[in-house]
């Protein structure tokens, strides 16, 4: 059938030029109501991080977990309450996702000069590129206009996020079903070049793992024993965790990848001549690396009148 195709054919060439996500944020959405959003966001973020470089990383991570859960939606930001079950109680955020009372004072900083306008979505996407800005990342341009959900999912929260025990096949599946591809996935797990994590996340690759570097795993079972310590801390990234770099490739082709996850990138996988090309070019990595944040942060958001403007990132509007 001519037409049918025919109609197939305009169908996936409107797919291709509107992204149906993408399509819909905007760099300028708050230029006139909202003029100074981005250097009040960037000055707040500059003093979290000058207070604890971490906060950088925490921020990032806030944003990735935001928006794999429903969209970059700033539902991980509810908090629970008696008659509320929202995400931060979900198994990969508890006592784990951390940086809330930094968006929380951002968002007192920018009600100050535009009273109900701008989501804490919009906030914490633009607060994530800040941080990675203000640790020696790559920069990029972030789309705005998102909406903040009134509603927050654990459950999704619980099957959606990747664990650190996944396998290359899961954390492929998990991304693409966000609409991220592989090297998508591969690029932004380079924003474990920062940050840390706690020994309960480490434990089996360190001492049951065979794909790890044997002094590597000595250095980090001095500080995360066989049983307890459960939350002792340790640096993603061994070379240099407080600045945003292509180290974090330079570990995994020397197998010092402290997560599973981590390590199953370079483990004659599909993954591994990506990696190699981001040990040899760091420029590479910084814009993949950029390209595939605008990505995620474009997945599913809520826009024009769904959702709310929430006045409190905490809670819904009364
Ligand atoms: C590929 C799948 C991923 C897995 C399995 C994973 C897992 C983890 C785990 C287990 C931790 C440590 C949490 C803790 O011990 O409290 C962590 C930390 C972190 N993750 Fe990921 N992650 C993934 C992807 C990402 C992505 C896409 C980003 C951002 C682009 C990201 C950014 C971070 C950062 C910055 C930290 C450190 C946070 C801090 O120090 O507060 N991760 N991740
Ligand atoms: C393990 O890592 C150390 C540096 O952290 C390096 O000197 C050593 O060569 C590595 N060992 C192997 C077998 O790759
Ligand atoms: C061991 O873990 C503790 C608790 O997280 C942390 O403060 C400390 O820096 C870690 N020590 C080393 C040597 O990594
Ligand atoms: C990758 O394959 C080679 C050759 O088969 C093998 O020697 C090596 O141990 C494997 N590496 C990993 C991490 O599985
Ligand atoms: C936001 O709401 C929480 C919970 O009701 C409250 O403790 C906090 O002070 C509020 N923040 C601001 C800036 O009003």
Redesign the pocket.
């Known amino acids: 059938m001519a037409s049918t195709s025919f109609l197939a054919i305009i169908f996936l060439l409107s797919i291709i030029s509107f992204p149906a996500s993408e399509a819909q944020l905007s760099s300028t959405f708050y230029s006139r109501t909202c003029p100074n959003l981005l250097p009040i966001v960037r000055s707040s973020m500059a003093r979290a991080v000058a207070r604890e470089t971490r906060m950088a990383a925490s921020i990032l991570r806030l944003f990735f977990h935001d928006c794999f859960v429903n969209g970059c939606d700033g539902s991980i930001l509810l908090d629970d309450t008696p008659t509320f079950t929202g995400e931060q109680n979900a198994l990969p955020n508890r006592n784990s996702v951390r940086g809330f009372e930094v968006i929380d004072t951002i968002k007192s900083n920018v009600e100050a000069a535009c009273k109900a306008t701008v989501s804490c979505a919009d906030i914490l996407a633009l607060a994530a590129r800040d941080g990675v800005v203000l640790v020696g990342g790559p920069t990029w341009t972030v789309g705005l206009g998102r909406r903040d959900a009134t509603t927050a999912s654990q459950s999704t929260a619980n099957s959606d996020l990747p664990a650190p025990s996944s396998s290359l096949a899961t954390l492929v599946s998990k991304f693409a079903a966000k609409g991220l591809s592989a090297r998508d996935m591969t690029a932004l797990s380079g924003g474990h070049t920062i940050g840390q994590a706690q020994c309960q996340n480490f434990r089996l690759h360190i001492y049951n793992d065979a794909n790890i570097?044997?002094?590597?795993a000595a250095?980090r079972r001095a500080n995360c024993t066989a049983s307890g310590g459960d939350t002792n801390l340790a640096p993603l990234d061994?070379q240099s965790p407080n600045a945003f770099g292509n180290d974090y490739y330079q570990n995994l082709v020397?197998?010092?990848g402290l997560l599973h996850s981590d390590q199953e990138l370079f483990n004659n996988g599909t993954q591994d001549t990506l990696v190699r090309q981001y040990v040899r070019s760091r420029a590479l990595f910084f814009s993949d690396f950029a390209a595939a944040m605008v990505k995620m942060g474009a997945i599913s958001p809520l826009t024009g009148t769904n959702g709310e403007i929430r006045l409190n990132c905490t809670k819904v509007n009364s």
């Open positions: 570097n044997t002094s590597f250095l061994v020397g197998f010092r």
